[in-house]
């Protein structure tokens, strides 16, 4: 089982960068991918971010691609993972939610992520 825990600002001011965290505990092995996905009020999950193990393989959303960037630290038992947005917009706002799997490739879809975090609220205000 993984463990998963977003952090970072909640509120953000449009045209500055969003930046979150996430810290995954618990059976951390050299084949966790993991990502960021993001759920707007009213809308689906929508793919932002994923990372490969190495960091070597990155994946972005079309609506963040040209301003969005992840990077993870992996340090034995605990992985972390990073997210930056740059150029903020409140179309940005939603639950950002942490997510990971064994696999080596990451995946575009939340079908691919067995583990996620609780989430976490960010509003990007104008």
């Known amino acids: 089982q993984v463990q998963l825990e977003e952090s970072g600002r909640g509120l953000v001011q449009a045209g500055s960068s969003l930046r979150l965290s996430c810290t995954a505990s618990g059976r951390i092995s050299e084949s966790i991918s993991m990502a960021w996905f993001r759920q707007a009020f009213g809308k689906e999950r929508e793919f932002v971010t994923a990372i490969s193990w190495s960091g070597g393989t990155t994946y972005y959303g079309d609506s963040v691609k040209d301003r969005c960037t992840t990077s993870r630290v992996n340090a034995g038992a605990t992985v972390s993972v990073f997210l930056e947005i740059v150029n903020s917009k409140p179309d940005d706002t939603a639950v950002y939610y942490c997510?990971?799997?064994?696999?080596?490739?990451?995946?575009?879809?939340?079908?691919?992520?067995?583990?996620w975090g609780p989430g976490m609220q960010v509003t990007v205000i104008p």
């Open positions: 997510a990971a799997d064994y696999r080596s490739e990451p995946a575009t879809t939340a079908e691919g992520y067995e583990h």
